[in-house]
Structures are given as C-alpha cells and as structure tokens.
C-alpha cells in the first residue's frame, strides 16, 4: 500500500464508525452459517430475486400493454443509467455512514419505488415520465446498495470464500427462478403483482439487515470532502496492481466478448431453433454457475485468482459453437461448462477482494471494480448491432471467442494476478 494512503487511514479520527464483525469468542459461531450471515443470505437472495425481476417484468409490461420497443429501451437505461453513474458515491457514502445503513435505506427506497410501479401498471400508466422516474429510483438504490453488498460479507461470516460460493449460488438460482416468474406472471397480465413481490422482498431485506449484530471500525475522518474520499478510494484502488489489472482486462472483454454475445446468440439461435431453445441454453448457464459456486464453497486454492483464471478458460466453447452450428443439447452442454468457469472464477474474485483490501475503503473500492468492469458491458451490448452489420455474425462471435481465450490467458501471465495468495481463514 502506497505510505501516504496507509498514513491517511492510520490518522482516521472519526465519531462514525463502520460495521466489523466483533472478535471471536473461544466457541465461535460456524465458519459460514452464523446467525449474522444467516439473515445477510436472506436479504442478499430476497433483493437478487427483485432485481432479477424487474427489467423482465418493466419490458414485457410495457410491450403487452401496447407500448413499442422503443419505450421499453428508453425503460431500461432510466434503470441502468443511474446504477452505472452513481455506484461510485455508493462507495463513498457506504463509508462515510455504515454499509449497513446504506443498504437498510436503499432497500427501503426500492420498496417505496417497487409499491409506486406496481400501483401504476394496475391501474395503467398516465404518464411515461412517473414510469422513468420510478426506475431512476430503482436504478439509483442499487447503486448505493452494491458496494456495501460486497464489503458485509467478511463481517458476517469467517470462511469468506465458502460464504461468496453460497451467495453465488443463490445468486445463480434467484437469476434463473427471477425471469422467469416475472415473465409467467406478465403473460397472466399480473405485472403490478410482480411489483408487490418484489416491494414484499426488499421490506425483508431491510428487516433482515436491520437485525445484523455487528462490530465497529474507524470511518473516514470527519470533515473529508465527499470528493477526497473517492481520491482516497482511487489511491487505494490503484496501489493494488492485481486488483487495476484485472479490471483492465475485463473492461476489453466486457466491450469485445460478453458485452455483444447475448444479443448476437439470440439473432442466431432464436431464428434457428426458436425462442424456448435460446431460453434452455440460457438456463443451463445459470445451472452451470450454480455448480461452480457450490464448488466455491469448499475448493480452496492457494492461487485464487489462477485457479480462477484457468476456469474461465471454459468460456469461448459457447461462442465457438454457435459459429460451428453446434445442436441445442450440444450448445447447452457448453453453456453448462462455461456457467461452471463463471461461478468459480466469480467467487475467487469477490474473495480476492474482500480479503485482500481493508474493510475503511472496501467499499469505495469496490466501487471503482463494478464501475470499471460492470459499467462496460453496456458498451458492448450497444455496439452488437453496428458490428454485425460491419462484420458479420460469425466475425464478431469470433472476436469474442479470440477475447475471452485471451483474457483468461492474460489473467495467468499477469505476475501479481497470478501469484495472489489467499487469506486464511479467520479463527
């Protein structure tokens, strides 16, 4: 760590205080399944089940009620807008006021926003502006809940890497069972029901939160400008090789390789084969990463960030498949391997993370991680079309298939990327 940044948090002098987990007591709590993270993987899975929700429920809403593809594209970047702006203040305020509390108020702002939506699609929507505005809300409440989402979990459980392959693995399930409850109760004409759910879920989200039973540790100091704050976060970010150079890879593969395959996939597949099949092949995904974070909880390697890397190696075979006309079952089967290279590598990054930068700036770093890497796949995504049109289908899912090899081999060269330790287990 650089001197200045490790003087700056050493001189930390602050009536705030951030939530830690107390020290051990001679019989400590189970290593993954505390009371703490008991209640934390209830909020985590309620909020990840209405988020996965929404952009399916708002699209498929907007279209069955008359609106064109427009509006619903309009819906969904007053959604994702906010998110991808604002994540980085998430961090700051995360550390400036409790991570706990943040996401207590975020979750509260969701519900608010989620009983207004659902108010509005059953009795119709007036004005498309009142629509957009809910969603800014939405959008803008994730962004202050993500960063403490990351930094709560080595306060709640000791086994930090068993705990990210639970969540992870929750988070697989709730991303396969979301959708699709959404889009079942949107063909029944039940849209503002799908809001109900989903206010219902962040209200115990925030109950489960609220009754966290957790330790302190110094704020930032008081009187720091919100913009020193993120300057101190970015020199925190920065001091981490490992940490700046992973994102920098991803951000070219989120552009080149992940950001355009959705789209690209669906333009081959669902004319193909049709839109069930596209959906299958896509729910093998979620299955794949579901068994990479089970594998999570218990693999332990010395190298997280290898061993991670090597995994992700899986990703190309999907990609690759299309372009060679691989069947559906054959297709699935690959989209299987590259969910189980997703979820491992997923929960030996969070880990990395978590572990390996101090819980005072946690937060606003991994604010700056999501911002960097997350906040490009739309990049990708928007620039699918023109693509296509330049290269062809098959050029740009073979660019993403060369990417995605590259990147994980770039992850394995990379000396401090590869050479990263794990943090032992907290006794």
């Given at each position: 760590?650089?001197?200045?940044?490790?003087?700056?948090?050493?001189?930390?002098?602050?009536?705030?205080?951030?939530?830690?987990?107390?020290?051990?007591?001679p019989n400590a709590e189970p290593a993954i399944w505390s009371r703490n993270f008991r209640y934390y993987f209830t909020a985590r899975s309620a909020g990840l089940l209405s988020w996965a929700m929404l952009p399916v429920a708002v699209s498929a809403g907007l279209l069955s009620s008359g609106y064109g593809l427009g509006t619903a594209g309009y819906a969904m970047a007053f959604l994702v807008g906010p998110f991808a702006g604002l994540v980085l203040f998430g961090g700051v305020l995360a550390d400036r006021f409790t991570a706990r509390r943040m996401m207590i108020i975020a979750d509260l702002s969701n519900l608010t926003a989620h009983a207004l939506l659902a108010f509005l699609f059953i009795h119709g929507i007036d004005h498309l502006w009142q629509l957009y505005a809910l969603l800014v809300v939405a959008g803008t409440a994730n962004a202050m809940f993500q960063p403490g989402a990351s930094s709560t979990v080595p306060l709640v459980a000791r086994d930090v890497q068993g705990a990210n392959g639970v969540l992870r693995t929750s988070e697989a399930v709730t991303g396969l069972g979301g959708p699709a409850l959404a889009g079942a109760m949107v063909g029944f004409g039940a849209t503002g029901w799908v809001m109900v759910i989903s206010a219902v879920a962040y209200g115990t989200s925030a109950t489960c939160l609220f009754a966290l039973r957790l330790g302190v540790v110094p704020a930032p100091p008081a009187g720091e400008s919100l913009w020193r704050n993120l300057a101190v976060g970015w020199q925190e970010f920065r001091a981490r090789s490992w940490l700046w150079g992973v994102i920098v890879i991803w951000m070219f593969y989120a552009v080149l390789s992940w950001g355009p395959q959705l789209s690209v996939a669906a333009g081959v597949i669902v004319p193909e084969h049709g839109a069930t099949a596209f959906g299958l092949i896509n729910c093998a995904l979620g299955g794949g990463t579901v068994l990479g974070g089970l594998l999570g909880i218990r693999y332990k390697p010395a190298r997280p960030l290898a061993a991670g890397a090597v995994a992700m190696l899986a990703y190309p075979l999907y990609p690759l498949g299309i372009v060679l006309g691989w069947p559906v079952w054959l297709l699935a089967a690959a989209q299987v391997v590259v969910g189980f290279g997703i979820g491992v590598w997923g929960v030996m990054?969070?880990?990395?993370?978590?572990?390996?930068?101090?819980?005072?700036?946690?937060?606003?770093?991994?604010?700056?991680?999501?911002?960097?890497?997350?906040?490009?796949?739309?990049?990708?995504?928007?620039?699918?079309?023109?693509?296509?049109?330049?290269?062809?289908?098959?050029?740009?899912?073979?660019?993403?298939?060369?990417?995605?090899?590259?990147?994980?081999?770039?992850?394995?060269?990379?000396?401090?990327i590869r050479t990263l330790g794990r943090v032992p287990i907290r006794a």
């Open positions: 760590m650089d001197d200045h940044v490790a003087d700056h948090i050493a001189g930390a002098t602050s009536a705030q205080v951030q939530d830690r987990p107390a020290e051990p007591s990054w969070a880990t990395s993370v978590q572990t390996q930068v101090p819980g005072e700036v946690l937060n606003r770093v991994h604010a700056y991680e999501v911002a960097g890497s997350v906040g490009m796949y739309p990049i990708g995504s928007a620039l699918a079309g023109p693509a296509v049109g330049a290269f062809g289908t098959d050029g740009v899912l073979l660019v993403g298939v060369v990417v995605a090899f590259l990147t994980a081999t770039a992850l394995l060269v990379a000396r401090p």
